[in-house]
Nanobody, 124 residues
Framework: QVQLVESGGGLVQAGGSLRLSCAAS????????MGWFRQAPGKEREFVAT????????FYADSVKGRFTISRDNAKNTVYLQMNSLKPEDAAVYYC?????????????????WGQGTQVTVSS
């Protein structure tokens, strides 16, 4: 069983930055891919970024490419999402997700574990 706890959300002005963290428990953390998703009010949960088991591979949604960076520290069982140049349309609840797969994983239904989410609000 894997438990995920996100932190780091908050209110930021457009153009600002936030760093989200996801602390994971479970023996398999360092051997599986991880992802970040987000959900804005009235919208479906959407893919943001994924990282493979080692951290050597990453993939991003077009909407965040060049602004967001996903990384992981397997020694600390933690995944990060550095968000720069934030826009009002980035405002959402951000969820950390875990899968049993080792490679980059974009599909929401391939993730088995989800955190409770952390709110990101971007003022214009």
């Amino acid at each position: 069983q894997v438990q995920l706890v996100e932190s780091g959300g908050g209110l930021v002005q457009a153009g600002g930055s936030l760093r989200l963290s996801c602390a994971a428990s479970g023996r398999t953390f360092g051997r599986t891919a991880m992802g970040w998703f987000r959900q804005a009010p009235g919208k479906e949960r959407e893919f943001v970024a994924t990282i493979n088991w080692s951290g050597a591979g990453t993939f991003y949604a077009d909407s965040v490419k060049g602004r967001f960076t996903i990384s992981r520290d397997n020694a600390k069982n933690t995944v990060y999402l550095q968000m720069n140049s934030l826009k009002p349309e980035d405002a959402a609840v951000y969820y950390c997700a875990g899968t049993t797969r080792v490679d980059l994983t974009l599909e929401r239904n391939l993730y088995n574990y989800w955190g409770q989410g952390t709110q990101v609000t971007v003022s214009s």
